[in-house]
T-cell receptor, first 114, second 114 residues
Framework: QQQVKQSPQSLIVQKGGISIINCAYENTAFDYFPWYQQFPGKGPALLIAIRPDVSEKKEGRFTISFNKSAKQFSLHIMDSQPGDSATYFCAAISNSGGYQKVTFGTGTKLQVIP | IAGITQAPTSQILAAGRRMTLRCTQDMRHNAMYWYRQDLGLGLRLIHYSNTAGTTGKGEVPDGYSVSRANTDDFPLTLASAVPSQTSVYFC?????????????FGAGSRLTVL
C-alpha cells in the first residue's frame, strides 16, 4: 500500500518553463514533508522541506505548496533549467516507536529540454 | 569529504550466494538506514539502527540482516541472494533517530542477482 502517492511518473518541460510534481498522503501522523533530488548514479539529496503548519515555502526557484485539508503537497520548479533534470522524490515523515519513519513517493523523472 | 561511503559500487551475484554491502559514515551520526530503490516503487526501508548496538526492521526486511557494532559502520548482508533482490541499495544516516531531520545518502550499490 503506497502511503504517499506521487505524480506524474515522468515529466518533460521546456527550458524556462514551470515543472510541477504532486504528492498526496493519507496518514495524518506525518509531520514533515521533504523533497529529495536524485541525479543519475547518485544518492538522493534533500532539496527543500515543509512543515504542515505552513502553506508555502520558497527557496530560490523551488517552491513547496502544502494543502493540509486536502492532504496534498506539490513541488514547483520555476524557470526550469537542463541542470534540474533529475528524479524527484517527495517524502513524508512520522515518528513511530522512537524512530523517524520516512515514507517516499515513487519518484518523478524530470527532463528539461533546451 | 564528510559523508557516506558504500561498497561495492556494483556487483553481479549468482543466486544462493552470500553478499555483504558495506556502509561507512564519518559524520558521527547516530541513526543509519538501508533502503532499496526499485523503478516505480521509490525507496523502501529495509533495516535501520537508531544507535550503535541496536537495529530494527523496516518495511521490507525479509532476506536481509544488519549489524551495528560501532557508530560508523552499518553493513547489510544477504545470506542467500535471490533474483528479487536485484536492486540499487542506498545507505543513509541522520544525526538523530527521531524528529524531522535530514537523511544523508550514500551513492548506492547496484546489485544484480542472476
Amino acid at each position: 500500500q503506497q502511503q504517499v502517492k506521487q505524480s506524474p511518473q515522468s515529466l518533460i518541460v521546456q527550458k524556462g518553463g514551470i515543472s510541477i510534481i504532486n504528492c498526496a498522503y493519507e496518514n495524518t501522523a506525518f509531520d514533515y514533508f521533504p523533497w529529495y533530488q536524485q541525479f543519475p548514479g547518485k544518492g538522493p539529496a534533500l532539496l527543500i522541506a515543509i512543515r504542515p503548519d505552513v502553506s508555502e515555502k520558497k527557496e530560490g526557484r523551488f517552491t513547496i505548496s502544502f494543502n493540509k485539508s486536502a492532504k496534498q503537497f506539490s513541488l514547483h520548479i520555476m524557470d526550469s533549467q537542463p541542470g534540474d533534470s533529475a528524479t524527484y522524490f517527495c517524502a513524508a515523515i512520522s515518528n513511530s516507536g522512537g524512530y523517524q519513519k520516512v515514507t517516499f513517493g515513487t519518484g518523478t523523472k524530470l527532463q528539461v529540454i533546451p | 569529504i564528510a559523508g557516506i561511503t558504500q561498497a561495492p559500487t556494483s556487483q553481479i551475484l549468482a543466486a544462493g550466494r552470500r553478499m555483504t554491502l558495506r556502509c561507512t559514515q564519518d559524520m558521527r551520526h547516530n541513526a543509519m538506514y538501508w533502503y532499496r530503490q526499485d523503478l516505480g516503487l521509490g525507496l523502501r526501508l529495509i533495516h535501520y539502527s537508531n544507535t550503535a548496538g541496536t537495529t530494527g526492521k523496516g518495511e521490507v526486511p525479509d532476506g536481509y540482516s544488519v549489524s551495528r557494532a560501532n557508530t560508523d559502520d552499518f553493513p547489510l548482508t544477504l545470506a542467500s541472494a535471490v533474483p528479487s533482490q536485484t536492486s540499487v541499495y542506498f545507505c543513509a544516516s541522520s544525526d538523530r533517530p527521531s524528529g524531522a531531520n535530514v537523511l544523508t545518502f550514500g551513492a548506492g550499490s547496484r546489485l544484480t542477482v542472476l
